[in-house]
Nanobody
Framework: QVQLMESGGGLVQAGGSLALACAASGSIISTVSMGWYRQAPGNQRELVAVKIGGGSAHYADSVKGRFAISRDNANNAVTLQMNNLKPEDTAVYYC??????????????WGQGTQVTVSS
């Protein structure tokens, strides 16, 4: 059993900053990738940023230069630093992890979601 625990989020004015954190716990052999998605009302869930293995990070074009993702592989954790926030960043943000478990299978897991609201 794997669980993702998110923290952070909240209400901020446009131009402000917030940080989201997520930690995976349970029967984890290795973490293939960890990242963040978001879903605004009426919209589909979309990728915000993802970090694969110990290397490359990928960002949605809309957040490049403003958001930064980092991973703590030893603790199966990921953070998302969000700067210069805009009202259009308002959404529920979900942590996602692709994890290899003791059966050697690889599955995708989701956090419960955390609300980010940016006021204009």
């Amino acid at each position: 059993q794997v669980q993702l625990m998110e923290s952070g989020g909240g209400l901020v004015q446009a131009g402000g900053s917030l940080a989201l954190a997520c930690a995976a716990s349970g029967s984890i052999i290795s973490t293939v990738s960890m990242g963040w998605y978001r879903q605004a009302p009426g919209n589909q869930r979309e990728l915000v940023a993802v970090k694969i293995g110990g290397g490359s990070a990928h960002y949605a074009d809309s957040v490049k230069g403003r958001f930064a993702i980092s991973r703590d592989n030893a603790n199966n954790a990921v953070t998302l630093q969000m700067n210069n926030l805009k009202p259009e960043d308002t959404a529920v943000y979900y942590c996602n992890a692709v994890i290899r478990v003791p059966t050697s299978s690889v599955s995708s897991y989701w956090g419960q979601g955390t609300q980010v609201t940016v006021s204009s």
